[in-house]
């Protein structure tokens, strides 16, 4: 049973990096098309192998490091960014049954809040103030976004009464979640965006001002890694949404056309808005996203509250 469960992680974590391999190829045609331009379509048949070509290629580049960098804090905080955004795809219910989380949720903000480790990590083991500076901003809007994440959740938590992903899909067999609480779906969504760096929140990794953030000091595999672990952090959080607000079982052709559609939706915005104003941006969570947030979890909970009283 345990080689079982091995192998079937093993095949989750390579069709997850696959998918990270086509997703950025996927974000490079739709910017194209979005600003009228091709997008790649040299190598392979229409490009289908560029992603294959630029792995190679940053992977067999030299590995460089600062010479006063801490360097084992350095080498390990891109690993452990990946590492954490492959741990925590074990969550999904999968209707196998390889893995039962009766705490996913939980589970799920823990492997959250320990991604925070790995780019302050980075970003102070580089021994670099711009790094530094860039490091803090990330934690600074990370854990920021959490909270809303967090209050999201614990909104949804109190309608299905469990912290069971398994349960979502049993509880919107009739009605999406998005349909019974749509504002919570947009919060959750755009707190999403902040969560994995992507505009109109890369503040984290601003290229001009902010002089590439927190990786400023990396180059080759350091950054391919910190690079894949947000991709792969993009497509466990569309999954999640898909779940969360438009169950589905994983086993049906509608539930992957959701997550694509969720991920289309990342690369449209990083096509279509701004960057957003830095000093802004904790104004919009703590006086827009955290009253919504509070008020759903307020009535959801007294609506749960009162079908208890009803049904006992």
Not at 132 to 161: D, K, W
Not at 232 to 244: D, G, K, P, Q, Y
Request: hydrophobic residues 55%; charged residues 10%.
């Amino acid at each position: 049973m345990v080689l079982v469960k091995f192998v079937s992680y093993l095949i989750l974590l390579i069709m997850v990096l696959v998918a990270v391999a086509f997703f950025t190829l996927l974000e490079r045609k739709i910017l194209g098309y979005i600003q009228v331009r091709k997008g790649p379509n040299k190598v392979g048949y229409i490009g289908l192998l560029q992603p294959f070509a630029d792995a190679v290629k940053l992977f067999t580049k030299e590995q460089t490091f600062p010479t006063l960098s801490n360097f084992i804090p350095y080498y390990l905080s891109p690993i452990f960014s990946l590492f954490i955004s492959l741990v925590i795809w074990l969550v999904m219910p999968y209707e196998t049954g390889f893995f039962s989380f009766e705490f996913g949720v939980l589970f799920f903000l823990c492997c959250m809040s320990a991604g925070v480790y790995s780019a302050m990590g980075a970003g102070w083991a580089s021994n670099s103030k711009y790094s530094l500076l860039g490091c803090l901003r990330a934690v600074a809007q990370t854990i920021s976004y959490e909270v809303s994440l967090a209050l999201i959740l614990l909104s949804l938590l109190f309608l299905v009464g469990g912290l069971d992903l398994n349960m979502f899909e049993s509880y919107q067999r009739y009605s999406w979640f998005m349909l019974v609480a749509g504002p919570l779906g947009f919060l959750w969504l755009v707190s999403c965006l902040a969560e994995s760096n992507r505009m109109p929140f890369d503040f984290a990794e601003g290229e001009s001002e902010l002089v590439s953030g927190f990786n400023t000091e990396y180059s080759g595999g350091g950054f391919a890694l910190i690079f894949m672990a947000e991709y792969a952090s993009i497509l466990f959080l569309s999954t999640l949404f898909s779940i969360l607000f438009l169950g589905s079982s994983l086993v049906s052709v509608s539930f992957y056309l959701k997550v694509v559609f969720i991920c289309f939706l990342f690369v449209w915005v990083r096509g279509s808005l701004p960057r957003y104003r830095y000093d802004k941006l904790m104004y919009l969570t703590w006086k827009t996203f955290l009253p919504i947030s509070l008020n759903y979890c307020l009535f959801f909970s007294g609506v749960s509250i009162l079908c208890y009283v009803i049904l006992v």
